[in-house]
């Protein structure tokens, strides 16, 4: 795996060896790509008669819910890089919340997580704090469960991606974004 830089030094992605494209870039491709979203949302169909969905009817409704959430998505991450550049706010630190569950604790180079803009958002980005204002996405994708465990995008590889990287950066002697 290798660090690109997105917005620097701001936003980096990891791009696994497997893949591609990094991380950032491959989640946008797919959000803003119809057939993969509707595809989704018509296999997981099942999943949007829980309560958190109840405004959304349809697969094709929360289709269109990703496709404008990563619109928004993008345009506020370009936003949120001209704050910084201009050390004004908002800025990357407003966007990211830190990750529940086991890394509750973790403070250094702590797991993240974003949301899309609507709420209930259908969004979910993961990331690693390098310090202030700075962070490296690990993955993320479309989040139909309260629980990344119960999700179907998410469930197989978001918390052991953000695991991989964090045992990477540690192995590389990584520890903020100068170590990059």
């Given at each position: 795996?290798?660090?690109?830089?997105?917005?620097?030094?701001?936003i980096?992605?990891?791009?696994?060896?497997?893949?591609?494209?990094?991380?950032?870039?491959?989640l946008?491709?797919?959000?803003?790509?119809?057939?993969?979203?509707?595809?989704?949302?018509?296999?997981?169909?099942?999943?949007?008669?829980?309560?958190?969905?109840?405004?959304?009817?349809?697969?094709?409704d929360?289709?269109?819910?990703?496709?404008?959430?990563?619109?928004e998505?993008e345009?506020?991450?370009?936003a949120?890089?001209?704050?910084?550049?201009?050390?004004?706010?908002?800025?990357?630190?407003?966007?990211?919340?830190?990750?529940?569950?086991?890394?509750?604790?973790?403070?250094?180079?702590?797991?993240?997580k974003?949301?899309?803009?609507?709420?209930?958002?259908l969004?979910?980005?993961?990331?690693?704090?390098?310090?202030?204002?700075?962070?490296?996405?690990?993955?993320?994708?479309?989040?139909?469960?309260?629980?990344?465990?119960?999700s179907?995008?998410?469930?197989?590889?978001?918390?052991?991606?953000?695991?991989?990287?964090k045992?990477?950066?540690?192995?590389?002697?990584?520890?903020?974004?100068?170590?990059?």
């Amino acid at each position: 795996m290798v660090i690109d830089s997105i917005f620097p030094p701001y936003i980096y992605s990891i791009h696994y060896d497997a893949e591609e494209d990094n991380e950032y870039d491959r989640l946008f491709d797919a959000w803003n790509d119809p057939e993969y979203v509707t595809g989704f949302m018509c296999d997981n169909q099942d999943y949007l008669q829980s309560d958190t969905w109840i405004q959304i009817q349809n697969p094709e409704d929360a289709a269109k819910q990703v496709m404008s959430e990563a619109e928004e998505l993008e345009n506020q991450f370009e936003a949120l890089a001209d704050n910084s550049d201009n050390g004004t706010k908002p800025d990357f630190d407003s966007l990211f919340h830190y990750l529940e569950g086991k890394y509750k604790y973790e403070l250094e180079i702590a797991a993240m997580k974003s949301y899309g803009p609507y709420r209930p958002s259908l969004l979910r980005m993961y990331a690693i704090r390098m310090k202030p204002n700075c962070y490296l996405i690990t993955g993320g994708g479309i989040k139909l469960a309260k629980k990344i465990q119960d999700s179907p995008e998410l469930k197989d590889h978001a918390l052991q991606n953000i695991d991989r990287v964090k045992d990477y950066l540690l192995r590389n002697g990584i520890s903020d974004s100068n170590d990059i």
